[in-house]
């Protein structure tokens, strides 16, 4: 606000305007002799030095109110705040200031930051010196200092963190610094949450580091965030020296040009998993999967991990298992057709037989020139006719025993399978005089290994007639049927079922209720796996009286005819 000032009896602001006039009345032109001109001036003066006075209350009113504000929001600062003279004696402080060093205002007003009982510590746990400490520095040096960390004792023991700045204040009519103002904040929860935070990142790392898969981080950019030790191993490097590569970079080009098809579909939102195989030095192929895997943030792909793990022992051991389960398919179908040798020899035997005789009997009557053309040609039809039957039981018998491991798939009809397969058990079937029946849907296809689905038929028709062929009533009845797409084969025998607690375990490798010597276990085991290799299922009808397996495959083509037999 401007001064005041006067001139020829009139009041000015110092930027020269007037704000009034001084004016004497009387009721006659006087001449005002030198005490009155005295008399008015000084009453000018005294006017203008209340005027004066006046505007300085009203600035005072103002600079008051100014400082309450100030105060005020000092005292809602969460930061400590003290207010230091030279000597460094602490003249005020707002509340903040005691509930960070849990003092009473007795024990803080009067004391210095440096006071020897007020035990400080470094970062390192070492004392903290008071030459050191950053109100020591702002009077010496006359600047700011900034962000100083400072482990404080409180009185009841407790160690609290703060940070601490200290500014030094100038007056306008000084050069020295005259006072010290320090804030600082309790950072302790947040040193203790980042503590947490990088003991829980430490903890992460070391489990990553000890998992033996690749696993590394990258952002949308290409650019890694992360990796394990296993990862940065795989690529010669230290996980630094990857962290903040490009992924060109890491992988090289050749591998980037396989992955990157793979990495645009991922950053798309899109998880993506696949197999690569790789040849090593030594010839042996080593194989990893390899699972790419979006970061999401806010329902955007701000990046991906990557996973890759060594799979050449899995590989190995389903190669094995694959062996192990195609050797195991094989005994238990030499073990079936060991069931039916003892009917497939006489199946072979008798034809045999007969052949035996109609040559005997022709060479006779030759010998003893009897014979005619007429009786040769009926004898030689008859025995083409059961040397062809013989042929069909050899050539059901070699397909049947022959490694199927390596067939490939193939369409056939159902009724071809299941007559070769009962071309073997006929004689069996015949020898315990059980009934067979069959209603069999005619030439529509399924697709799959011909003898594989022949050994299930085979094991199923083995293990009713081993059920029954004891029994008064003694049947088993073969269906076949088309339900949307599927093929069904149905085996069911005079049986009155199978009990529930065999139900259960039936399925189950080496499970038999079969006489010791008499049967491996593996019949049904094997068989199930069969059938689901081709997509299919077998199962036990619970709801049918008698026992009944079901056969179901897929259809290889719609086209059918029905007829009984």
């Known amino acids: 606000m401007a001064a005041l000032g ?44 209340l005027l004066e006075m006046k505007l300085q209350l009203e600035q005072l009113d103002v600079d008051a109110q100014r400082l309450q504000y100030k105060k005020t929001a000092i005292e809602n600062l969460n930061e400590g705040i003290v207010l230091q003279d030279r000597n460094l004696n602490i003249i005020d402080f707002n509340s903040a200031a005691l509930e960070v060093l849990g003092l009473e205002p007795k024990q803080l007003a009067g004391q210095t930051s440096i006071d020897p009982k007020g035990r400080a510590i470094k970062e390192d746990g070492s004392p903290f010196p008071a030459r050191e400490h950053p109100v020591s520095l702002a009077l010496a040096s006359g600047k700011k200092q900034k962000a100083t960390v400072m482990g404080i004792y409180r009185p009841n023991e407790e160690l609290r963190w703060i940070e601490i700045n200290s500014s030094p204040i100038f007056p306008d009519d000084q050069s020295h610094t005259s006072f010290i103002v320090t804030s600082f904040s309790d950072e302790t929860q947040k040193r203790m949450a980042k503590a947490e935070v990088d003991k829980n990142e430490t903890y992460l790392k070391r489990v990553l580091d000890t998992i033996p898969g690749l696993i590394g981080h990258w952002n949308k950019d290409l650019i890694n965030l992360n990796a394990n030790e296993a990862y940065s191993k795989y690529f010669g490097k230290t996980p630094d020296e990857i962290k903040g590569q490009s992924l060109l970079s890491v992988l090289g080009e050749d591998l980037f040009k396989v992955n990157y098809p793979y990495v645009e579909k991922t950053l798309q939102g899109q998880p993506q998993i696949f197999e690569i195989s790789k040849v090593r030095p030594n010839g042996n192929i080593r194989y990893t999967l ?15 991990f990557v996973i890759t793990t060594d799979i050449s022992e899995v590989k190995r051991l389903e190669i094995e298992r694959q062996d192990l389960t195609a050797k195991m398919i094989e005994s238990a179908k030499l073990s079936s057709l060991g069931e039916m040798a003892g009917g497939i020899a006489h199946e072979i035997n008798t034809p045999l037989a007969i052949i035996t005789t109609k040559a005997s009997m022709l060479m006779e009557k030759y010998s003893q020139g009897t014979a005619t053309a007429e009786d040769a040609l009926k004898q030689i039809e008859k025995i083409k006719v059961t040397a062809e039957r013989i042929s069909k039981i050899v ?103 199978i009990p529930n607690d065999v139900i259960e375990k039936m399925m189950n490798p080496f499970f038999t209720t079969k006489e010791i ?14 059938i689901k290799s081709h997509g299919g299922i077998l199962k036990y009808d619970t709801k049918s009286k008698h026992t009944c397996f079901t056969i179901q495959l897929p259809a290889a083509k719609m086209n059918v005819r029905s007829f009984n037999l």
């Open 517 to 530: 010597g008499k049967g491996t276990g593996l019949g049904l085991s094997i068989s199930n796996g069969i």
């Open 290 to 304: 390899v699972n790419y895997l979006p970061e999401f943030e806010n329902n955007d792909v701000v990046g991906f």
């Open 6 to 49: 006067k001139r020829e009896g009139r009041l000015y602001l110092l930027a020269s305007y007037p704000i009034g006039t001084l004016s004497v009345i009387d009721h006659k032109p006087r001449s005002l002799t030198e005490n009155q001109k005295k008399s008015l001036l000084a009453l000018s003066n005294q006017i203008t030095r």
């Open 395 to 497: 050539k059901g018998l070699r397909l049947f025993s022959r490694n199927s491991e390596n067939d490939p798939l193939e369409n056939f009809t159902v009724s071809s399978v299941l007559d070769a397969t009962l071309d073997l058990c006929n004689e069996r079937i015949k020898n315990f005089k059980i009934e067979l029946r069959k209603n069999i849907i005619s030439d529509f296809l399924i697709s799959g290994k011909f003898t594989e689905i022949s050994q299930v038929i085979m094991n199923l028709m083995s293990n009713s007639i081993d059920a029954i062929h004891t029994e008064n009533d003694k049947w088993i009845k073969i269906e076949t049927s088309l339900d949307d797409h599927l093929c069904q084969i149905s085996i069911t025998d005079s049986g009155l079922g």
